[in-house]
């Protein structure tokens, strides 16, 4: 007799439990994501914080926390998880009543991009582990990746002499408002210059002295477009990473820096296109431009993209463009504007076993760089 009464009562308490947890399991019960930074460059390490809080008096013997970002999130414990395109993180834990827990989960940036966590589940089971029952959570959370550092012996000498041209344009370009003086006038003089208040004072030619300018801003021009059998990931990635160091670059000697790109970004769905600018704040806006490159969508093509912006070339413009596709339409485009007599840089990643293509690599001003070292350092 005693042990049917022991057997009802656990019965009884079994249902009785699984009721009041069916009931009030998630009563009270919060759970968020967060990142612990806004903002890293690609191969840095970052946490990623998973608070969960039980404010109620029942406990939660097993609570199971799923959900999923990245795999180029590479996480240090792994736990329970499966890797696809996407990591799936399978956490258990284990609350008592009015509890609250913090964890920090260690992962490594393995690639650049713009990273967001939409929501996650929350799986609970009751006191004996025999039903599971299912909550979802909002978990809003961001992080972007910047391009990484990229360094090279052909980079590197490639960079000086981009300074060197840069440097020199800047006391090329005269100022039409800066008046310095008068001297005599010579065969390479324009007629514009002529002074002819002085030249009747004096009976001889005399031109106006400028100043000098300061050169306006650079435009970087970055080609993403692939459309060959073979994708180069790599190339392309490698590009995003130089035109990141190059505008730093820039932007750190003051000189305003304009960026604009065929890929497009996976929030607008819009091509890049970075106005010229200077400072810090113009150069995390740039990062964060380029986190959002989007190489999964097609690039559209490159010449009807910025038909506008590379006709509106001026004298106190630096224009470099950075291409790993050497295909015969984006030769055509340079020789265009070459013979429109726009200045320009062409660098060009490429691995040392491949073949550029390039018919006349010095009127397109053409610097091939060693993407093998890049890659490599």
């Not at 005693?2 to 069916?22: E, N, V």
């Not at 970002?69 to 414990?77: A, G, N």
């Not at 993180?89 to 009015?98: A, E, F, V």
Request: charged residues 25%; aromatic residues 10%; proline residues 4%.
């Amino acid at each position: 007799m005693l042990i049917l009464w022991i057997g009802l009562g656990a019965a009884a308490f079994y249902f009785l439990q699984a009721r009041i947890y069916g009931r009030f399991w998630n009563r009270g019960l919060s759970a968020r994501l967060f990142f612990s930074a806004r903002s890293v460059t690609e191969g840095e390490r970052c946490f990623l914080s998973e608070q969960v809080e039980n404010r109620k008096a029942l406990p939660l013997p097993m609570l199971k926390v799923k959900f999923q970002v990245s795999r180029k999130l590479h996480f240090e414990d792994e736990g329970d998880s499966a890797v696809t395109d996407q990591y799936y993180r399978n956490d258990i834990l284990s609350l008592g009543p009015h509890q609250r827990l913090t964890r920090r989960i260690p992962f490594r940036c393995t690639a650049r991009g713009y990273y967001r966590i939409e929501g996650l589940d929350l799986v609970a089971s009751d006191l004996f582990l025999s039903r599971e029952m299912v909550s979802e959570a909002e978990a809003e959370s961001v992080l972007y990746v910047y391009p990484g550092p990229v360094r090279g012996v052909s980079l590197d000498a490639a960079i000086r002499r981009l300074n060197g041209e840069i440097l020199a344009k800047r006391h090329l370009l005269e100022d039409p408002f800066e008046y310095r003086g008068l001297r005599e006038y010579a065969p390479f003089d324009e007629p514009r210059s002529i002074n002819w208040k002085a030249t009747a004072r004096t009976g001889d030619l005399t031109v106006n002295l400028r100043g000098y300018t300061a050169l306006r801003a650079v435009r970087i021009f970055l080609n993403l477009d692939d459309r060959g059998i073979w994708k180069r990931q790599e190339l392309l990635e490698l590009c995003i990473r130089i035109a990141a160091r190059i505008a730093q670059e820039l932007l750190r000697q003051g000189i305003r820096t304009a960026v604009f790109c065929n890929a497009r970004d996976v929030l607008t769905g819009e091509v890049m296109s970075l106005a010229p600018g200077a400072g810090a704040g113009h150069l995390e806006q740039l990062n964060r431009a380029l986190a959002r490159l989007d190489l999964d969508q097609e690039a559209p093509p490159f010449a009807q993209t910025f038909a506008a912006e590379l006709e509106a070339e001026g004298k106190d413009t630096a224009t470099l463009f950075l291409s790993a596709q050497t295909d015969e339409e984006f030769q055509r485009l340079l020789e265009r504007l070459a013979r429109s007599g726009m200045d320009f840089t062409w660098m060009c990643p490429l691995f040392p076993r491949m073949e550029s293509g390039v018919s006349q690599p010095e009127r397109l001003h053409f610097v091939r760089l060693n993407a093998e070292e890049m890659l490599n350092e």
